[in-house]
Nanobody
Framework: QVQLVESGGTLVQTGGALRLSCEAS????????MGWFRQAPGKEREFVAA????????YYADAVKGRFTLSRDNKKNTLYLQMNSLKPEDTALYYC?????????????????????WGQGTQVTVSS
């Protein structure tokens, strides 16, 4: 079992920056593919970014590429999402997720249905 706890979400102005954290606990958390997803009111959950189980690959959604940066600190069992140049359309509940298995393809890691463990989410609101 894996437990995930997100933090760092808050209200920020357009153009601002935030860093989200996802603290993981449980078995082999430093050897799992992990990702960030977000869900805005009335919309489906969408992929934001993911890191492969070995940490040797990262993927980003086109909407955040160049603005968001994913990193992982295995000593702290924590996944980070640095978000810069925030826009109102980034407003959403951000979820951290982890999965079993070693598939490192974008097709898999960008698919919310392929993840086995989820946090409760942290709210990011970007004011215009």
């Amino acid at each position: 079992q894996v437990q995930l706890v997100e933090s760092g979400g808050t209200l920020v102005q357009t153009g601002g920056a935030l860093r989200l954290s996802c603290e993981a606990s449980g078995r082999n958390v430093d050897r799992r593919a992990m990702g960030w997803f977000r869900q805005a009111p009335g919309k489906e959950r969408e992929f934001v970014a993911a890191i492969t189980w070995l940490g040797d690959g990262k993927y980003y959604a086109d909407a955040v590429k160049g603005r968001f940066t994913l990193s992982r600190d295995n000593k702290k069992n924590t996944l980070y999402l640095q978000m810069n140049s925030l826009k109102p359309e980034d407003t959403a509940l951000y979820y951290c997720a982890a999965r079993e298995g070693r598939d490192s393809s974008l097709v898999t890691l960008a698919n919310a249905k392929k993840y086995d463990y989820w946090g409760q989410g942290t709210q990011v609101t970007v004011s215009s």
